[in-house]
């Protein structure tokens, strides 16, 4: 377990969660769900494995890589899903050039109103324990790339600008201004600085200028527990942040002055931190509005034991899903928690089930949401791809799972993810386009599935959505 020995300081997500609330009701998926997903087209990538975020645009998607160019097809790979029955590559954006050591493709969106593709590489946040990277990477700058994708261009990306912000990233939050689809904000994730948050209006991002607005951060009153924030969402008018604070908990923001461009914006608390809602470490990995409600739905991430020498647990039970009321968001209040049977301590009880293997080297925890008014779509690493039923956010159930059949073998296994007798790693932000549904599996590729099931039409009638940014039907799904 030497390559377990030490871990960079921005994953914090990988103890044990808190025992559930006495007040929240607790669903455990079981039985047979009433919906089921058709898997329309699949491209395992080359078999590479290691594989990061998609962004998906018209006729093509690109997926980058958790990896760096010290392992093959470690770019950016470029698919044409013009026929989503047989999603095929055409190429890697810039290889080799893009292929880089020491650099891992983690983060990827599209401006579609500009026609850029928004590249987030990760140097010195690249491990070596948990992402295979080289050691070298600690030396190599964190940065955004914005490539051109008009026309012929979406086969062949050009690179148009670099952005090598002044804090490092981890994730980030693309936000469009609904009234100019010429400016756009960033909303970046800072976890290991002293600051926090990073807001950068890339508006210019064409002409190669990027302008940082302001940044951010709080005190969360108690040491025992990891106080950074892991990810951010915003509202899609922009006058809400909804944080993901790990052990620190979930809170509100007010990011209003951001989004009407007030001169010397600032960031303002909304819930005041004492009301926040929280449960220990690892608490919220990502958190996103459930539309046309009043609830927000958050997610965990917990990985193995393996790595719990350099980190507070890990294991079983794992992370799950919570529904938290924010009528008052001043006191937002957990009222609902979603489960796997793998997320009962009891699970973790059963020897015969959850064996060292598994406990050490699989992740059974949710990752990342999309959420439709009635509906959310998440990954949750080995237990695939969830759909879980929302139109009673205070009893969220189960309404289809979708297990992909692994790859045989792949070149590069997840050290922490997949080196088990686990095979699947359902692992990016769901992508809805055209009423089809886009997800990438960090060991066995791309996948394109037509869900079927309750509030399906809901799904069927968006033409875009994604949870990390306000793009395509999100300003539509929130209107009053």
Known sequence: ?????????????????????????????????????????????????????????????????????????SGVYIVNIKDPSNPTTV????????????????ELRIWPQQHLLIVENLGSNCSPEIHECSPTSATVADNFRFYDIAGKNAADPKLVSEYKPTNDPHEFYLWVDPH?????????????????????????????????????????????????????????DGKTGYVSYLGGGFFMVDTSDFALGKPKPEVRLITPILNRAHWGDPGTHSAIPIPQSHYVLTTDEVYGRAIAAISSGGGCPWGWMRTIDVKDPTHPKVV????????????????????????????????NPTALPNLAFITWHSGGLQAVDLSDPTHP?????????????VVTEDPALSEGHDKVVMWSYPIIQNGLIYVVD?????????????????????????????LGDAVRYFKP
Request: charged letters at 20%.
């Open 1 to 73: 377990m030497k390559r377990f020995a030490a871990l960079f300081a921005v994953i914090a997500i990988l103890a044990a969660p808190a025992a559930a609330s006495p007040r929240s009701h607790v669903t455990i998926a079981q039985g047979t769900p009433p919906g089921s997903f058709e898997l329309v087209g699949h491209n395992s990538l080359d078999m590479r494995g290691m594989n990061a975020a998609p962004a998906v645009y018209g006729d093509y998607a690109y997926i980058g890589s958790r990896t760096d160019g010290l392992h093959p097809n």
């Open 91 to 106: 190429g890697q954006i810039g290889t080799p050039n893009e292929d880089n050591v020491g650099e891992t493709s983690r």
């Open 180 to 236: 100019n689809s010429k400016r756009a904000l960033m909303f970046i994730s800072t976890p290991g600085g002293a600051d926090q948050l990073l807001i950068t209006d890339i508006s210019q991002a064409r002409q190669g200028k990027f302008t940082e607005l302001g940044k951010w951060r709080t005190i969360i009153p108690d040491p025992a527990t990891d106080n950074r924030l892991h990810s951010i969402s915003i509202s899609p």
């Open 336 to 367: 609902a928690e979603y489960k796997l049977p793998q997320n009962d301590p009891a699970y973790c009880s059963d020897n015969t089930q959850n064996t060292p293997d598994r406990d050490y080297l699989s992740s059974w925890s949710s990752h």
């Open 397 to 409: 159930a189960q309404a289809a799972v979708f297990t992909p059949t692994p790859e045989p073998v």
């Open 442 to 470: 960090v060991r066995n590729g791309l996948y394109i599935l037509r869900y079927k099931g309750p509030s399906d039409s809901e799904v069927s009638s968006t033409h875009f959505l994604e949870g990390n940014s306000n």
